[in-house]
């Protein structure tokens, strides 16, 4: 009892672990508080207003006066016809993105690993980053330029070669191949600094162990640095797969037109086209659910199958 006593008492003053872990780097977790505030206010508390999805939203009636209907919304999307286009569109040009493009950015950054001029390592990168920071608005307008019918230069081109022009931006055969390449040229040498980073992390003993047993160039490519950057590589894929449904709004909405609807209308397009032009609330906000839905699922699955596979994952 007495020995039971001597313990309490000690322990009567002595923190928490996780008080004394707040209390040990409390400045720092000063500093995580506006990041913090921000997610809260802009990414949690938005999540509230998917309820009028459920509902027939009035605007002048306000999310809490609007009547609800239930699934309604829902059944709207499913039985439309436009439904399947949509999602026809948006897997396709996502698919397309990430079959040929999410490879671009890793074959970029083995190829500036490779090089061995400082300078030239340098300037490649800064040229493959700039059209990242380019709006899609300007690309946009140097595509049309670009793959202009009358006076592009890639028309005017197949003109001296004897070919009849092309529409390329007017054209639904050509449109979602315009599409994939002009956001490849965008975002490859953005992506390519991730793998870049993994690539600085391999510990450079591995290949001075592997020249002094003779490997090439190839060989170390193929056994020391290609595993080496697998892991990160998984990790890039579950996110692009877990964002299929993002086929790049900002891209189609400057680039489409009503000629290609058929093959460039996709799931975001819509959205504004139904909420914001036609003021229909309730059922773009069900659409736009719908996405997010299939967006969880899809990063779940695909971190389940990387786990089964023994693979790096999300959690």
Known sequence: MVKTAKIAQRNVGKKSPLWSR??????????????????????????????????????????????WCGLDNFIRLFESDNFYVIMRNTLLISFYKILIGFPVPIVLALLINEVNNTA???????????????????????????????????????????LDPIFFMGDSR????????????????????????????????????????GA????????????????????????????ILNAGFEQVFTMYNTAVYDVADIIDTYVYRIGIVQTQYGFSAAVGLFKSVIACIMVVSCNWIAGKADQETLF
């Open 120 to 162: 030239f390592k340098r300037t490649v990168q800064t040229i493959a980053y700039l059209p990242h920071f380019i709006s899609w608005v300007v690309i946009a307008s140097l595509a049309s330029s670009l793959l202009s019918p009358t006076d592009g230069a890639i028309n005017m081109l197949r003109a001296d070669l004897g």
């Open 216 to 243: 090439s160039k190839l060989q170390k490519l193929v056994f020391i640095t290609l595993p080496s950057i697998v892991p990160t590589i998984i990790i890039m894929l579950l996110l692009r797969v877990g964002g």
């Open 22 to 67: 707040v209390s040990k780097y409390k400045f720092l977790y000063l500093m995580l508080v506006p990041g913090l505030i921000y997610v809260v206010l802009f990414k949690y508390l938005p999540i509230a207003g998917n309820m009028i999805a459920f509902k027939e939203y009035k605007i002048f009636q306000g999310i809490w006066g609007s009547p």
């Open 174 to 213: 050509y449109f979602r191949s315009v599409l994939v390449l002009s956001d490849i040229w965008k975002e490859m040498g953005w992506s390519a600094i991730i793998y870049l980073a993994a690539l600085a992390g391999i510990p450079q003993d591995m290949y001075e162990a592997a020249t002094i047993d």
